[in-house]
């Protein structure tokens, strides 16, 4: 017995040892006799939405926390959010009066985390800090800083978007196949559709071929059907609002959504639609469409490039069925105009500064600066961010930079440095030179220039009512998609809607706003 | 011994039944193996996953283990389950004999207040003030001191000392032995299946454990295995809705699949050791014997 317990008390020992000495290692002050007059400011840096999930090697194996400290004099420690749980740990830490000094994420006027901030004084304006680096006044718009402004003032700042990198993608070899032309309205739309779905164009004698698919998700009813239904002005499932005539108008309530729904419904019927795309999720959504399933598809500019993005099909399509041929078509023209897709929001991720960081204005200062420089692609701390140490990540060959935009997996931990990434054509030319075919820029520059249209309420604090009445709404428009409910009970529907569910209310709600921000007037 | 024709029937009968159950507790299993084996060039062809693959690649492992993350969280998972399990069981004990003993004053209020603490607790912020205020972050003791006694489980242990025979001890005492030499050579033999259970449930608590790790670990280093499976599986299921402007690298379905079998290995492994042992644990507070 008593060597039983001998060796438990020693297995403890050890394991308490171990234990102690995997703890992370005490950060070395910085040095203090510097002989540089800069001062450093320890800063800690969360990221809620991360880009990539590689193992970080840890600060003191991270060389671009030692750029930046020798540059800026900022020792930034990097916080990364958890993938499940990010909300539920940053806010026990800004309770516990653990605020760390600088928070990205995606954080606009529309979001409960940004409102919520902004009244309990966690986040600060940065307007008094935009007139010393006016660089990032000018990186947004007037309309786009209205994300992120509240009260009369701006409480962060982001890089802008990227332009549309939606459009519809067709087989061409089975257009050619079948003798049609390329749709150029929603109703040729409907009429190919059908065409793919009982002409067999793959020539296999089998009925397995279908006009259209799509996957569906906790959020969202139907994906990858973007320009499908912006010609419409009405996306199955969602409530986007646009403004038409000064008015603020509910898609999801308007004629067009009756005509989007009653042109889904007419493919429903004649089954020219793929019967499992309420359940399909996103593998067999790309299962499908690389295995010639389907003849059309919503996809990005990059839809047949051969790398492992969530947007690329290339490598599947490739050993699934090598001889189709895929190729982009302009936007549609339907009842509302010709458009692409929806506009995407139109600030990136969001970078706001803390109580914790102005608590010292000259800390403030010194993150500003960083942020200023790190969103401008003129400066060398851009490139380090976006494209990695000249000579390992970048290079320059004939006067123009080549880099690598999906990096090598011991090296991808560099990705929890890019979100300061913008969307500028440059980007992908820098990128793509190293790995892929020319024409992709081409691919980007027909996407960017497809007309999107302008929704709003992405920019709306959202009412306590409205997830009741978006998902009766996702409801309803299914059981119309698919034939269960009359379109005749059209007018009922909206009315439920607009009685039972508050949408009166909501829609009020959403005008004052927009009137408040000088949208409608 | 002569079995009826009934009794026979019904043994066939439950063979089949336990048979079948078994296929199906299996074969999520089994095609989890071959989904972490087969080839993305063989994905891309069938439109799926096999069950028996027609090819068969290690180059999922390959990878896993050519990165530190994978290694590291699992020698992290490693390390918590070992010292956690240690300090759990040990603590466990010296709770429940003192509480199990009837000549204990103030018994009944002890136990009131231990089982108070199974039924609340302080939420969510409080606690991690108190981890943060213990200066526990970024440790592997904000993982395993907080929690290091499962009320449960105590209870449980309470209950089978309770149900020991005193006479031994007393024999024990007599013969001149300390309480600390009676619990050691005289109630902890007979306690092993108790502790075999316990230390089981333990131990695949630690092992599973996620909340705590996600909470109150930030340092990627020292985050057990659990986190950084969760990490790596929700990547690959983002809404591009969530970070639109990310550039999406998605981990194959494979990679995802062999990191949940390197997850499973450990306690699929300890559940035949301890099988012996639980059998006779789970019976506890039944009749003895």
């Known amino acids: 017995m008593k060597r039983i317990l001998a060796a438990a008390l020693a297995l403890i020992m050890i394991a308490t040892v171990l234990a102690a000495c995997s703890k992370k290692p005490e950060e070395k002050a910085v040095d203090p006799a510097k002989p540089a007059e800069k001062k450093v400011y320890k800063i800690n840096y969360w990221q809620h939405a991360p880009w990539t999930r590689a193992a970080y090697p840890g600060k003191d194996q991270d060389w671009m926390v030692k750029y930046i400290l020798e540059k800026y004099g900022l020792d930034i420690n990097l916080q990364i959010a958890p993938a499940d749980g990010a909300d539920a740990k940053l806010n026990a830490m800004i309770a516990g009066g653990d605020i760390p000094d600088l928070i990205q994420g995606y954080f606009t006027v529309a979001s409960t985390a940004f409102t919520q901030w902004v009244q309990q004084g966690v986040i600060m304006p940065v307007d008094p800090y935009l007139k010393e680096f006016p660089k990032l006044n000018t990186l947004l718009n007037e309309r786009q800083w209205q994300y992120l402004s509240m009260d009369g003032k701006k409480w962060g700042v982001a890089p802008y978007s990227d332009k549309n990198f939606d459009t519809i993608w067709i087989r061409q070899d089975w257009l050619d196949k079948l003798n049609l032309k390329a749709p150029t309205t929603t109703e040729e739309l409907a009429k190919v559709a059908l065409a793919f779905a009982t002409q067999d164009p793959d020539g296999n004698g089998k009925p397995d071929t279908y006009g259209l698919t799509s996957h569906t998700n906790t959020n969202v009813l139907m994906s990858r059907v973007d320009s499908f239904f912006a010609p419409f002005g009405a996306m199955p499932g969602s409530n986007q609002m646009y403004i038409e005539n000064n008015q603020v108008v509910f898609s999801a309530l308007s004629d067009n959504m009756k005509n989007a729904l009653t042109w889904m419904n007419g493919l429903v019927k004649a089954k020219a639609i793929d019967p499992d795309w309420m359940t399909n999720k996103n593998e067999n959504w790309r299962q499908s469409v690389a295995q010639g399933r389907v003849g059309m598809v919503t996809g990005q500019f990059q839809f047949t490039r051969e790398s492992a993005c969530s947007d690329c099909l290339g490598m599947e399509i490739k050993a699934a069925n090598p001889n189709a041929k895929w190729v982009m078509l302009p936007a549609i023209k339907g009842s509302k105009g010709a458009y692409s897709a929806w506009e995407k929001t139109p600030v990136g991720n969001t970078f706001h500064l803390t109580r914790k960081a102005t608590d010292d204005p000259e800390k403030a200062k010194a993150i500003m600066k960083f942020l200023q420089d790190a969103l401008d692609d003129k400066t060398e701390l851009y490139d380090m961010l976006v494209w990695g140490k000249p000579g390992e990540q970048i290079e320059m060959k004939d006067g123009k930079k080549w880099a690598r935009m999906v990096l090598p997996p011991e090296q991808q931990w560099l990705g929890y440095w890019r979100n300061w990434r913008l969307g500028t054509d440059e980007y992908w030319q820098v990128s793509w030179r190293k790995e892929t075919p020319a024409d992709l820029l081409d691919k980007y520059k027909f996407t960017a220039a497809q007309p999107v249209i302008t929704r709003y309420e992405n920019m709306l604090k959202p009412h306590d009512a409205t997830a009741d009445m978006l998902s009766y709404m996702r409801e309803m428009h299914a059981k119309f998609a698919l034939g269960e409910e009359p379109m005749s009970n059209w007018d009922k529907y909206v009315q439920t809607v607009m009685t039972k569910y508050r949408g009166k209310e909501i829609m009020d709600d959403a005008t004052a706003q927009l009137k408040k921000l000088g949208l409608i007037k | ?289």
């Not at chain 2, 013969?175 to 259970?197: F, Q």
């Open chain 2, 1 to 289: 011994m002569i079995i009826s024709r009934g009794e026979r029937v019904f043994q066939w009968v439950n063979v089949a039944f336990l048979v079948l159950v078994a296929v199906v507790a299996l074969f999520p299993v089994l095609y989890l193996v071959s989904m972490s084996l087969t080839p993305l060039e063989v994905l891309y062809k069938y439109g799926g996953f096999r069950v028996i693959p027609p090819q068969v690649t290690l180059e999922a492992y390959k990878q896993i283990l050519s990165t530190p993350l994978i290694p590291r969280a699992f020698m992290n998972s490693v390390i918590i389950t070992a010292v956690g399990t240690t300090i759990n069981l040990a603590l466990t004990i010296i709770t429940a004999y003192p509480l199990s003993k009837r000549r204990l004053p103030g018994r009944s209020v002890l136990t009131l207040l231990v089982t108070f603490t199974m039924m609340f607790s302080g939420g969510l912020i409080p606690s991690y003030l108190l981890v943060k205020n213990l200066g526990l972050r970024d440790t592997y003791w904000a993982v395993i001191l907080p929690g290091a006694i499962a009320t449960y489980n105590l209870l449980v242990m309470k209950g089978f000392f309770e149900s020991l025979p005193e006479e031994l001890n007393e024999a024990a005492r007599i013969d001149g032995a300390s309480e600390w030499r009676v619990l050691t050579s005289v109630t902890l033999p007979l306690s092993k299946p108790v502790i075999a259970t316990l230390g089981l449930f333990y131990g695949v608590g630690h092992w599973n454990g996620f909340f705590d790790a996600m909470m109150y670990i930030s340092d990627s280093r020292l985050l057990p295995l659990q986190v950084v499976l969760r990490n790596i599986l929700m990547d690959a299921m983002r809404n591009t809705e969530v970070t639109p402007d990310a550039i999406q690298v998605m981990p194959g379905e494979t990679l995802k699949m062999a990191t949940v079998v390197i997850a499973l290995i450990p306690v699929l492994l300890a559940y035949p050791w301890v099988q012996k042992h639980f059998t006779k644990g789970v019976l506890i507070g039944s009749i003895k014997g």
